[in-house]
């Protein structure tokens, strides 16, 4: 009787030697790129070998379908599959070959382990009982052995000689191990969604290659320079342009390594970067381009970019916050394992799944050996988090052929010094000279504050009065309030716009869309905004008041000033000392060390590519870069631990509602009818705004908020006087009924 791997309901059996062959072969060329297509077969080969038993056999027969072969925690029972295969890489292997594997089979659908949860596992009589029974059984020879001698890759060979060089040693094996587990997993995925769903497997099917890519990207390029061209001589900016350009591909030849692009704001580093991407990538054989991007606010915008460049063929947008109507089978498809040559995502994305330890958030991670990755506004990337991933990132471009594009114009210092030995050892400028494109662009003058005391919301809304298109910039959403209700009192009108996340996305992407008609129409426009407004979001003011903070924010500030050069002069970025402080963590650390450079140089350079470097080593000192102790799980091989550690995003303390904004009402009608789905959730995403975990736990037990088909919390009907469709969400408004609920019919 041969033995099954997967039945469907139909019954129509998935024989197990041809999944095991079929998935390590797929394994083996996804690890090519790494040196390791041997290990990556074997796990293949040997990740269901417990498939093999009596038990397993009996179990698939009686419950055909997917579920049948999934494993559960807990007690040994039929289903356990994939301990016998991590016991056959360590005896087959032994323990320094064998163990990697061990945690790549075992976790294939648990995920990866701690290492002392997996060697408990591993000594657990009934587990090698199970073994035992799989060896018993007539298991094809070929699968069981390991053909020819395996040996560590390359960049594993060289033994550490000291404690420093074995812990480092002994990170890289981590890194190894998890793209080994992508590769497995990857292939598991894809061979048994070819059985189940030959339709949906279809959907997978080839893309452009990189040098067609290139291709497009150069004939793009022209035609947007033809344009300009005929439009008369060339402005400073796109001859600025031009440049950057030309710059980003004769870099492009270099070896592969660690770059950074230093480009001010108008520098056309979208476009750039990506033909630095293309061209480098080409040029040294690399399959992939991954841009990262820490605000979705961008990413659409940028992936949009680069569709009517490359073809909508090429592009990947992958976050949770997309538009479900822009997403297509095939995107839905290629997000799961990043199957696409260019892939947009969020910053989030990328290093939660480099971190991950789940097998459907490590499964894309294969797709980083042999490609480049643009780190868009690197300049976000939080301290805390910084050693464990710089860490990863150098051993992607040292063991998996990986580069790296520091992409920003307040470009942070990345580079290898005491107090940061996980920094890249070498970053090379691809700009001949920054500082000559930041003088050529300079748009902007600073107002750096005035020694008259920190300023409450009714003082700043004295000076915005004075403006007719200003935008103001203040630390925490309250500020933004009490700031436009001081405007309103001033002014006798309504008029000043409101923007900060007590909005939810869909209310914002709206008010944005109102101002840029009127800014465009040339109207007055007075913005009152927090600093989600900073990064990403293309608006152009004369004036920009931002509440002192760190000096990247107020870079970013500046970059929604005169941003399109049409002012005769040059627009001007107002900075205030604020009544309030910024949130907590890094906001109010950086906010210290912008006033420690003030005090040495009160005529500070906001605009020169040094002030940040010193900024940034400043910052970076004044906090612990592995504030999780991440390091150090790393090394003992806590996989497990590691992920629960790593979190890019902060959100333990926030809890999202859904608001009565727009469309939302008729999604949770839908929602509670029909139950819960991707696109309905996703929809919903538009419409929630984050509140304190502890907020919404009072407005649940006091009746202001309710849970919906047990998937997501709404903001009790009747109560829509708590969403203001000026302010968003007014906290101390709910509980209060809207009067339009009281009323009733006849």
């Given at each position: ?22 998935v390590?072969?797929?394994?083996g ?23 093999y ?74 587990r090698?009982?199970?073994y035992?029974q ?68 279809a ?38 342009r ?8 004769s870099?492009?030849?270099e ?9 001010p704001?108008?520098g ?26 820490p ?34 089978a ?6 799961e ?9 969020t ?10 330890n ?5 499964r ?6 042999g ?15 910084l ?8 051993t ?113 992407s ?5 101002v840029r ?11 009152v905004?927090?600093?989600?407004v900073?990064?990403g ?52 650390t ?10 040495a ?45 790593f ?35 996703r ?6 705004v ?15 908020a ?12 009747g ?7 000026r ?20």
């Amino acid at each position: 009787m041969s033995a099954w791997a997967h039945v469907d309901a139909r019954g129509r059996p998935h024989l197990l030697e041809e999944h095991l062959e079929r998935v390590g072969e797929l394994a083996g060329r996804f690890a090519r790129r790494f040196q390791s297509e041997g290990f990556a077969r074997l796990a293949g080969r040997w990740h269901d070998l417990g498939k093999y038993t009596v038990a397993f056999q009996n179990l698939i027969r009686r419950e055909n379908g997917l579920e049948a072969h999934l494993e559960q925690e807990g007690p040994v029972g039929p289903r356990d599959h994939s301990t016998a295969g991590a016991l056959h890489a360590r005896e087959v292997l032994g323990g320094e070959l064998g163990t990697p594997l061990a945690f790549v089979i075992a976790g294939h659908h648990a995920g990866l382990a701690n290492a002392e949860a997996l060697a408990d596992r591993l000594q657990q009589e009934p587990r090698q009982r199970l073994y035992a029974q799989v060896l018993s059984r007539p298991v094809p020879e070929a699968l069981l052995r390991a053909e020819g001698t395996l040996v560590l890759p390359e960049f594993l060979a060289t033994r550490p000689s000291s404690p420093r060089e074995l812990k480092a040693w002994r990170r890289r094996v981590e890194v190894w191990t998890r793209m080994l587990f992508s590769a497995l997993c990857d292939a598991d995925f894809l061979d048994t969604e070819a059985f189940f769903n030959a339709e949906r497997a279809a959907l997978r099917g080839e893309s452009p290659a990189i040098p067609m890519l290139r291709d497009r990207l150069s004939r793009h390029l022209e035609a947007l320079g033809e344009r300009v061209r005929a439009q008369g001589p060339l402005s400073e900016v796109n001859r600025v342009r031009a440049e950057v350009l030309e710059a980003c591909l004769s870099k492009a030849a270099e070896r592969p390594g660690v770059f950074s692009l230093t480009v001010p704001t108008g520098g056309g580093k979208t476009l750039a970067s990506m033909a630095f991407a293309l061209e480098h990538a080409a040029r040294h054989g690399l399959e992939r381009v991954v841009v990262a991007i820490p605000f979705t606010s961008i990413i659409e915008q940028n992936a949009a970019v680069y569709a009517e460049a490359l073809g909508g063929d090429a592009v990947l947008e992958h976050h949770s916050g997309g538009d479900p109507e822009r997403e297509t089978a095939r995107n839905r498809v290629a997000a799961e394992n990043w199957d696409r040559p260019v892939v947009v995502t969020t910053t989030a994305q990328l290093f939660d799944s480099l971190f991950a330890n789940r097998p459907g958030a490590c499964r894309k991670l294969h797709r980083l050996a042999g490609s480049v990755i643009v780190l868009d506004e690197a300049q976000t990337l939080p301290p805390g988090l910084l050693a464990p991933i710089l860490d990863v990132l150098r051993t992607l471009v040292s063991d998996h052929g990986a580069s790296v594009v520091i992409c920003t114009a307040t470009q942070p210092a990345l580079g290898q010094r005491p107090g940061l030995a996980e920094g890249f050892e070498q970053v090379r400028e691809i700009l001949p000279d920054p500082r000559e494109a930041f003088r050529r662009l300079r748009r902007v003058r600073v107002r750096w504050p005035a020694e008259d005391g920190p300023w409450t919301p009714e003082r700043l809304a004295e000076e915005l009065a004075g403006e007719s298109s200003v935008l103001a910039i203040v630390h925490r959403r309250d500020d933004a309030r009490r700031t436009c209700e001081a405007l309103d009192a001033r002014l006798g009108d309504t008029r000043t716009i409101h923007l900060s996340a007590l909005m939810c996305p869909a209310h914002r992407s709206d008010v944005l869309e109102k101002v840029r008609v009127r800014r465009a129409r040339g109207e007055s426009v007075r913005l009152v905004a927090t600093q989600l407004v900073e990064a990403g979001v293309d608006l152009d003011f004369p004036v920009v008041y931002r509440a002192l903070g760190g000096l990247d924010a107020l870079a970013q500030a500046a970059g929604r000033c005169n941003r399109e050069g049409r002012l005769d002069g040059l627009g001007e970025l107002r900075v205030f000392l604020s009544s309030t402080e910024p949130p907590p963590g890094v906001p109010s650390t950086a906010l210290g060390v912008t006033r420690e450079l003030l005090g040495a140089n009160p005529e500070l350079e906001l605009f020169e590519p040094s002030t940040f470097a010193a900024y940034f080593k400043r910052l970076y000192g004044s906090k612990s870069l592995d504030a999780k102790g991440i390091q150090e799980q790393r090394e003992r091989l806590r996989f497990r631990e590691t992920a629960e550690r790593f979190q890019l995003i902060e959100d333990g303390w926030s809890a999202p509602l859904v608001v009565p904004y727009g469309e939302s009402p008729a999604w949770v009608v839908e929602l509670e009818r029909e139950g819960p789905s991707r696109d309905r959730l996703r929809w919903l995403q538009r419409y929630t705004v984050n509140v304190s975990r502890r907020q919404r736990d009072d407005w649940l037990a006091r009746g202001c908020a309710r849970w919906v088909a047990e998937t997501v919390v709404v903001l009790g009907e009747g109560l829509g006087a708590a969403y203001d469709e000026r302010l968003g969400l007014v906290p101390e408004r709910v509980g209060t009924w809207s009067p339009t609920a009281l009323l009733v019919d006849g």
